[in-house]
């Protein structure tokens, strides 16, 4: 069952979606799965409402395809790092914004 336009004012996930970036069998499109994923849910978010996810990718790629599906979409906003230089604390965030460009927060 959809939800209805505009019906949430912002989204959290923590960990899960790299999970949609899996590709088990040679028909699985993660692109296409990732769209579905992000046009969905920009339907259903308040013009102005945010969405963050914390996210581990297994590569660049893996990013630069979240990120560009999210922004094919409608989404703006972009990727934040948290401790940049740690190989154990380091923490993706992808930090999106419907209704138009906003100033993305600062990491620590």
């Known amino acids: 069952m959809p939800f209805r336009p505009?019906?949430?004012?912002?989204?959290?996930?923590?960990?899960?979606l790299q999970w949609l970036c899996n590709r088990d069998?040679?028909?699985h499109k993660p692109g296409k799965r990732l769209y579905t994923?992000?046009?969905t849910l920009y339907?259903?978010?308040?013009?102005?409402s945010r969405a963050v996810f914390q996210f581990y990718p297994e590569s660049s790629d893996q990013v630069e395809?979240?990120?560009s599906m999210s922004m094919k979409a409608g989404f703006t906003g972009g990727v934040l790092i948290d401790y940049p230089n740690s190989s154990k604390a380091k923490k993706f965030f992808l930090v999106l914004m419907t209704g138009g460009n906003q100033p993305l927060p600062k990491a620590l």
């Open 6 to 16: 505009g019906a949430f004012d912002g989204a959290i996930s923590i960990s899960a």
């Open 25 to 27: 069998k040679s028909y």
């Open 37 to 39: 994923f992000f046009s």
């Open 43 to 48: 339907a259903c978010l308040s013009r102005g």
């Open 65 to 67: 395809l979240i990120t």
